[in-house]
Every structure is written in structure tokens, then in C-alpha cells.
């Protein structure tokens, strides 16, 4: 049985048609990811990429090490308190002239001054390991992986391509699907001139019949149409070789 079973595809299938539709699943995604190679979208490989930014770790510790110096100052201040509190006591009795009860409060007295010297040096050791971490750094973030820049670029490009086709469809008198069209637009070889005004392509269209030679010339008037630009200047697509 397939792992992608959840309560909506239970509540809808019956177990033993799962695996069909498991099929039909895998075979859409392989076409669409050839659809993808097509245009060359996974065809390329720009290295690992790096982003600087914040060091996290020193940031989590940084945070860590600022909590337990707030935790220690808090029981720093406590101690202190009740240092001073057993110090009023023991000076209490030491002016009734007490005893006994002298004896037990000069011990707390005692147990009081360890505690609080153990509270400050426990806070000092604190703040000399955040001193240590010294101030925020910068380091480089994991490598971005030439498959996530990928399926970046694929994402990008399937959205850009949808848009265009979505606009250019908008000015076509003539039926076709998205696949004809990407295929005769973007399979074809050409050439490309940038002018001091228009971008110009040019498309060559020898070996196309005629219908597709048509359905080209619709694309070419439908791209002028929409008016495409790079960095302000227009774009401009030209077909030669045409048949008469």
C-alpha cells in the first residue's frame, strides 16, 4: 500500500485502487517534470550558493547565556536580602545579650555569607561567559543546493511562462494548447540583436508546415500585441524562412 493514504483519499478510494491512481500520480508529475527539462529549467547548474546572515548559534547562546544572568541576578538580589536580614538579627541579639539563640543565628549568619558569595561568584562566572561571546557575528548560512536553486528557477519560470501564455492567449484568433505553443516558440532556433531602441529575435521557421507557420505568425502578432520589454527597451520577434 502507498504511504500518501489520508482520512479524505480513505473516505474516497477503496484500498485496492490505490495503487492506480498512485500510477496515474507518478506518470503526471514525470511528464510535467520533462515539461520542465524542456525549457531548460534543470538543465543548468550554478554551484552552491551561500547567504550571510546572522550567526545563530552564538545568537542562541548569546540568548541563553542573557536568561541565566537575569535568573542569577534575581537570586544574587535574594541572597543579598537575606544576608542582610541575618545580619540585623544576629546584631539584635548581640545587643539583648543573647546566648543561645546568638549561637543559632551567628551559624545562619554563617550558611547566609557562603550562599551569597557562592550566588556572586556564580553570577560573575555568568557574566565573564557572556563577555566571552562577544558581539553578534555574521556566517554563512547553509549552501543553498543546486537542486533547491532549481526547482527556485523552475517554480519561477512555470509562473512567468503561465503569465505570459496567459496574455498572449488573450490576443489569439487561432485554437491551440499550451504545449504547441511552447513548443514552437521555444524549440525553435533563431537569432537575437539588441539596438539602441528594440530587442529584435529572430525565428527561424524552415521545416514548420503550414499550419504551424500560421499558428507561429498569430504567436509572433500576439508577443507585439502585449508590448514585452527587457530593462525598458521593447521587444521585437521577427520570423524568417517563411514558405510562400
Request: glycine fraction near 8%.
Amino acid at each position: 500500500m502507498v504511504y500518501w493514504g489520508t482520512p479524505q483519499v480513505k473516505d474516497a478510494l477503496a484500498a485496492t485502487k490505490w495503487p492506480q491512481v498512485y500510477r496515474e500520480r507518478n506518470e503526471l508529475q514525470e511528464n510535467g517534470f520533462k515539461r520542465m527539462l524542456d525549457h531548460g529549467a534543470l538543465a543548468s547548474n550554478d554551484g552552491r550558493k551561500t547567504i550571510v546572515g546572522p550567526d545563530r548559534q552564538q545568537q542562541r547562546a548569546r540568548e541563553k547565556r542573557a536568561q541565566s544572568l537575569v535568573a542569577a541576578q534575581q537570586r544574587l538580589a535574594k541572597k543579598a536580602e537575606a544576608l542582610k536580614t541575618h545580619q540585623d538579627t544576629v546584631a539584635e541579639s548581640e545587643h539583648k545579650g543573647h546566648g543561645k539563640r546568638l549561637a543559632q543565628r551567628q551559624r545562619a549568619l554563617a550558611v547566609a555569607e557562603k550562599e551569597s558569595k557562592d550566588a556572586q561568584d556564580h553570577h560573575e562566572t555568568l557574566a565573564a561567559h557572556a563577555s566571552a561571546l562577544g558581539p553578534p557575528r555574521e556566517r554563512a548560512e547553509r549552501d543553498f543546493r543546486p537542486q533547491t536553486l532549481m526547482t527556485f528557477r523552475t517554480l519561477l519560470l512555470e509562473n512567468a511562462l503561465t503569465s505570459c501564455m496567459a496574455g498572449l492567449v488573450g490576443t489569439l484568433t487561432m485554437q491551440g494548447s499550451l504545449d504547441c505553443l511552447v513548443h514552437i516558440l521555444f524549440a525553435r532556433s533563431g537569432a537575437r540583436m539588441e539596438t539602441d531602441s528594440p530587442i529584435i529575435y529572430w525565428m527561424n521557421t524552415i521545416g514548420l508546415s503550414g499550419a504551424y507557420q500560421r499558428l507561429l505568425t498569430a504567436v509572433v502578432d500576439g508577443l507585439g500585441a502585449i508590448d514585452l520589454r527587457d530593462q525598458g527597451k521593447p521587444i521585437r520577434v521577427r520570423l524568417k524562412g517563411l514558405s510562400p
